[in-house]
Protein backbone atom coordinates (compact mmCIF):
# COMPACT_ATOMS: atom_id res chain seq x y z
CA UNK A 1 0.00 0.00 0.00
CA UNK A 2 1.41 3.70 -1.01
CA UNK A 3 1.06 5.49 1.99
CA UNK A 4 2.22 9.77 1.80
CA UNK A 5 1.65 13.42 2.11
CA UNK A 6 0.21 15.98 1.19
CA UNK A 7 3.24 18.91 0.66
CA UNK A 8 4.53 21.64 -0.68
CA UNK A 9 4.58 22.27 -4.28
CA UNK A 10 8.19 23.73 -5.10
CA UNK A 11 9.39 20.41 -4.74
CA UNK A 12 7.47 17.26 -4.11
CA UNK A 13 9.75 14.53 -4.92
CA UNK A 14 12.08 16.20 -2.24
CA UNK A 15 9.30 16.26 0.34
CA UNK A 16 8.35 12.76 -0.59
CA UNK A 17 11.76 11.89 0.24
CA UNK A 18 11.83 13.61 3.54
CA UNK A 19 8.90 12.14 4.87
CA UNK A 20 9.65 8.47 3.67
CA UNK A 21 6.80 8.54 1.38
CA UNK A 22 6.03 7.08 -1.56
CA UNK A 23 3.14 8.93 -2.45
CA UNK A 24 2.62 12.95 -2.78
CA UNK A 25 -0.19 15.28 -3.23
CA UNK A 26 0.23 19.36 -4.24
CA UNK A 27 -1.67 22.14 -5.47
CA UNK A 28 -0.32 23.48 -8.92
CA UNK A 29 -1.27 26.50 -8.26
CA UNK A 30 -2.88 28.99 -5.57
CA UNK A 31 -5.59 26.72 -3.64
CA UNK A 32 -7.69 30.33 -3.25
CA UNK A 33 -7.44 31.07 -6.35
CA UNK A 34 -8.91 30.60 -9.98
CA UNK A 35 -6.02 30.62 -11.88
CA UNK A 36 -5.54 27.92 -14.37
CA UNK A 37 -1.98 26.06 -13.14
CA UNK A 38 0.99 26.61 -15.95
CA UNK A 39 3.31 23.67 -17.18
CA UNK A 40 6.21 22.55 -14.67
CA UNK A 41 9.82 22.42 -14.97
CA UNK A 42 9.83 19.29 -13.36
CA UNK A 43 7.41 17.33 -14.74
CA UNK A 44 9.56 15.09 -16.88
CA UNK A 45 11.13 14.03 -13.19
CA UNK A 46 7.30 13.73 -11.55
CA UNK A 47 6.35 11.68 -14.19
CA UNK A 48 8.94 9.12 -14.51
CA UNK A 49 9.25 8.68 -10.85
CA UNK A 50 8.75 5.92 -8.53
CA UNK A 51 6.41 8.00 -6.05
CA UNK A 52 2.82 8.09 -6.69
CA UNK A 53 1.14 11.95 -7.71
CA UNK A 54 -1.71 13.24 -6.61
CA UNK A 55 -2.97 16.67 -7.68
CA UNK A 56 -5.67 18.37 -5.20
CA UNK A 57 -8.00 21.26 -7.05
CA UNK A 58 -8.26 24.89 -5.52
CA UNK A 59 -10.80 24.98 -2.78
CA UNK A 60 -12.79 27.53 -4.53
CA UNK A 61 -13.79 25.00 -6.90
CA UNK A 62 -17.14 24.29 -6.64
CA UNK A 63 -18.74 22.75 -9.94
CA UNK A 64 -22.48 22.11 -8.01
CA UNK A 65 -23.06 25.69 -7.41
CA UNK A 66 -26.34 27.46 -8.76
CA UNK A 67 -24.11 30.45 -8.60
CA UNK A 68 -23.14 31.04 -12.51
CA UNK A 69 -20.39 32.83 -11.05
CA UNK A 70 -18.34 30.43 -9.16
CA UNK A 71 -20.05 27.12 -11.26
CA UNK A 72 -18.95 28.11 -14.78
CA UNK A 73 -15.50 29.21 -13.93
CA UNK A 74 -15.22 25.76 -11.92
CA UNK A 75 -15.68 23.59 -15.07
CA UNK A 76 -12.95 25.42 -16.59
CA UNK A 77 -10.77 25.46 -14.06
CA UNK A 78 -11.17 21.67 -13.36
CA UNK A 79 -10.79 20.47 -17.30
CA UNK A 80 -7.75 22.73 -16.76
CA UNK A 81 -6.45 21.65 -13.76
CA UNK A 82 -7.10 17.83 -14.99
CA UNK A 83 -4.71 18.19 -18.38
CA UNK A 84 -2.17 19.39 -16.24
CA UNK A 85 -2.37 16.97 -13.58
CA UNK A 86 -2.22 14.56 -16.71
CA UNK A 87 1.07 16.34 -17.24
CA UNK A 88 2.76 15.09 -14.46
CA UNK A 89 1.86 11.76 -14.37
CA UNK A 90 -0.84 12.21 -11.74
CA UNK A 91 -3.16 9.04 -11.11
CA UNK A 92 -5.97 11.28 -9.62
CA UNK A 93 -7.29 15.04 -9.39
CA UNK A 94 -8.98 15.37 -5.84
CA UNK A 95 -12.27 17.55 -6.06
CA UNK A 96 -14.38 18.84 -3.40
CA UNK A 97 -18.18 17.44 -3.72
CA UNK A 98 -18.96 21.07 -3.39
CA UNK A 99 -22.32 22.46 -2.63
CA UNK A 100 -25.68 24.42 -3.50
CA UNK A 101 -26.38 27.73 -1.78
CA UNK A 102 -29.02 27.76 1.22
CA UNK A 103 -32.57 27.55 -0.14
CA UNK A 104 -31.87 25.80 -3.42
CA UNK A 105 -32.65 22.79 -4.30
CA UNK A 106 -29.85 20.30 -3.66
CA UNK A 107 -30.72 17.80 -6.96
CA UNK A 108 -29.80 21.00 -9.48
CA UNK A 109 -26.07 20.26 -7.66
CA UNK A 110 -26.39 17.35 -8.46
CA UNK A 111 -27.19 17.90 -12.04
CA UNK A 112 -24.43 21.07 -12.10
CA UNK A 113 -22.35 17.99 -11.44
CA UNK A 114 -23.57 15.71 -14.40
CA UNK A 115 -23.51 18.97 -16.90
CA UNK A 116 -19.75 19.44 -15.69
CA UNK A 117 -18.94 15.72 -16.73
CA UNK A 118 -20.77 16.77 -19.92
CA UNK A 119 -18.74 20.08 -20.45
CA UNK A 120 -15.68 18.27 -19.97
CA UNK A 121 -16.91 15.60 -22.86
CA UNK A 122 -17.67 18.25 -24.82
CA UNK A 123 -14.31 20.14 -24.57
CA UNK A 124 -12.19 17.70 -24.51
CA UNK A 125 -12.29 15.16 -22.16
CA UNK A 126 -10.74 14.55 -18.92
CA UNK A 127 -7.33 14.09 -18.58
CA UNK A 128 -6.93 12.58 -15.76
CA UNK A 129 -9.60 10.64 -13.35
CA UNK A 130 -11.59 12.81 -11.20
CA UNK A 131 -11.64 11.94 -7.72
CA UNK A 132 -14.24 13.22 -5.56
CA UNK A 133 -13.77 13.86 -1.50
CA UNK A 134 -16.45 13.80 0.87
CA UNK A 135 -16.69 17.13 2.84
CA UNK A 136 -17.04 18.08 6.70
CA UNK A 137 -19.63 20.58 6.98
CA UNK A 138 -22.87 22.16 5.50
CA UNK A 139 -26.24 21.07 5.29
CA UNK A 140 -26.38 21.52 1.48
CA UNK A 141 -23.46 20.10 0.23
CA UNK A 142 -23.43 17.27 -2.30
CA UNK A 143 -21.17 14.98 -0.74
CA UNK A 144 -21.11 15.21 3.23
CA UNK A 145 -23.71 12.70 3.91
CA UNK A 146 -23.76 8.91 2.50
CA UNK A 147 -27.70 9.78 1.52
CA UNK A 148 -26.46 12.86 -0.79
CA UNK A 149 -23.33 10.91 -2.38
CA UNK A 150 -25.68 8.48 -3.27
CA UNK A 151 -27.67 10.76 -5.50
CA UNK A 152 -24.34 12.17 -6.15
CA UNK A 153 -23.32 9.08 -7.92
CA UNK A 154 -27.18 8.21 -9.59
CA UNK A 155 -26.47 11.32 -11.61
CA UNK A 156 -22.75 10.87 -12.69
CA UNK A 157 -21.71 7.20 -11.86
CA UNK A 158 -21.83 6.20 -15.85
CA UNK A 159 -18.67 8.54 -16.14
CA UNK A 160 -15.01 8.14 -15.58
CA UNK A 161 -15.10 9.51 -12.02
CA UNK A 162 -13.35 8.03 -8.40
CA UNK A 163 -13.67 9.01 -4.77
CA UNK A 164 -11.73 9.80 -1.99
CA UNK A 165 -12.32 9.53 1.36
CA UNK A 166 -11.58 11.70 3.93
CA UNK A 167 -11.50 10.37 7.46
CA UNK A 168 -11.87 13.46 9.33
CA UNK A 169 -14.22 14.87 6.94
CA UNK A 170 -16.50 11.45 7.83
CA UNK A 171 -16.33 11.56 11.25
CA UNK A 172 -16.99 15.86 11.19
CA UNK A 173 -19.56 15.48 9.03
CA UNK A 174 -21.54 12.83 10.72
CA UNK A 175 -20.85 8.93 9.03
CA UNK A 176 -19.51 6.28 11.57
CA UNK A 177 -16.32 5.28 10.73
CA UNK A 178 -16.86 1.92 11.26
CA UNK A 179 -18.32 0.45 8.81
CA UNK A 180 -17.89 3.21 6.88
CA UNK A 181 -15.91 1.21 3.57
CA UNK A 182 -18.78 -1.32 3.21
CA UNK A 183 -21.20 1.45 2.62
CA UNK A 184 -19.09 3.77 0.25
CA UNK A 185 -18.79 0.78 -1.62
CA UNK A 186 -22.28 0.18 -1.80
CA UNK A 187 -22.58 3.33 -3.25
CA UNK A 188 -20.16 4.29 -5.65
CA UNK A 189 -17.99 0.57 -6.36
CA UNK A 190 -14.71 2.22 -5.45
CA UNK A 191 -12.19 4.10 -3.00
CA UNK A 192 -9.66 5.43 -5.10
CA UNK A 193 -7.98 7.23 -2.44
CA UNK A 194 -8.20 7.92 1.70
CA UNK A 195 -7.39 11.26 3.29
CA UNK A 196 -5.85 9.90 6.19
CA UNK A 197 -6.17 12.57 8.63
CA UNK A 198 -7.41 12.46 12.49
CA UNK A 199 -10.04 15.19 13.92
CA UNK A 200 -9.77 17.88 16.43
CA UNK A 201 -13.37 18.39 16.44
CA UNK A 202 -16.43 16.15 17.75
CA UNK A 203 -18.43 13.44 15.45
CA UNK A 204 -20.68 15.90 13.65
CA UNK A 205 -19.61 18.65 14.40
CA UNK A 206 -19.13 20.30 10.97
CA UNK A 207 -15.61 21.62 11.11
CA UNK A 208 -12.84 20.27 9.13
CA UNK A 209 -9.75 20.57 11.13
CA UNK A 210 -7.24 17.88 10.72
CA UNK A 211 -5.14 16.01 13.32
CA UNK A 212 -2.17 13.50 13.34
CA UNK A 213 -3.19 10.02 13.44
CA UNK A 214 -2.43 9.62 16.92
CA UNK A 215 -3.49 13.23 18.18
CA UNK A 216 -6.88 13.53 17.41
CA UNK A 217 -10.20 13.01 18.66
CA UNK A 218 -10.83 9.91 17.01
CA UNK A 219 -8.92 6.35 17.97
CA UNK A 220 -6.15 5.65 15.46
CA UNK A 221 -6.62 1.91 15.91
CA UNK A 222 -10.11 2.90 13.89
CA UNK A 223 -8.45 5.35 11.30
CA UNK A 224 -6.22 2.06 10.66
CA UNK A 225 -8.87 0.04 10.07
CA UNK A 226 -10.70 1.87 7.50
CA UNK A 227 -7.63 2.65 5.35
CA UNK A 228 -6.66 -1.01 5.48
CA UNK A 229 -10.38 -2.31 4.63
CA UNK A 230 -10.27 1.04 1.63
CA UNK A 231 -7.41 -0.88 0.06
CA UNK A 232 -6.50 2.38 -1.31
CA UNK A 233 -3.32 5.00 -1.80
CA UNK A 234 -3.52 6.78 1.42
CA UNK A 235 -2.18 10.55 2.00
CA UNK A 236 -2.04 12.05 5.19
CA UNK A 237 -2.82 15.79 4.91
CA UNK A 238 -1.74 16.39 8.72
CA UNK A 239 -0.06 19.26 10.39
CA UNK A 240 3.68 19.29 12.07
CA UNK A 241 5.52 19.35 8.70
CA UNK A 242 8.34 17.08 7.74
CA UNK A 243 7.96 15.20 11.12
CA UNK A 244 4.59 15.52 11.64
CA UNK A 245 3.90 13.61 8.84
CA UNK A 246 6.86 11.40 8.94
CA UNK A 247 5.41 10.13 12.72
CA UNK A 248 1.84 9.48 11.09
CA UNK A 249 3.40 7.91 8.04
CA UNK A 250 5.74 5.48 10.11
CA UNK A 251 2.25 4.86 12.27
CA UNK A 252 0.35 3.40 9.30
CA UNK A 253 3.53 1.61 7.47
CA UNK A 254 3.32 0.25 10.95
CA UNK A 255 -0.21 -0.63 10.98
CA UNK A 256 -0.76 -1.67 7.49
CA UNK A 257 2.62 -2.60 6.00
CA UNK A 258 3.91 -1.53 2.78
Request: hydrophobic share 45%.
Amino acid sequence: MRIGAHVDSADPLAEAAARGADAVQFFLSDPQGWKAPTARADAAALTTSDVAIYIHAPYVLNVATTNNRIRIPSRKLMVSHARAAAAVGAAGLIVHGGHVNKGDDLAVGFDNWRKTFAYAADNGGLDTPILIENTAGGDNACARRLDALARLWDAIGDHEVGFCLDTCHAHAGGEELLGLVDRVKAITGRIDLVHANNSKDPFDSGRDRHDNLAAGVIDPEVLAAVIAAAGAPAIVETPGGVDGQATDIAYLRGKLGG
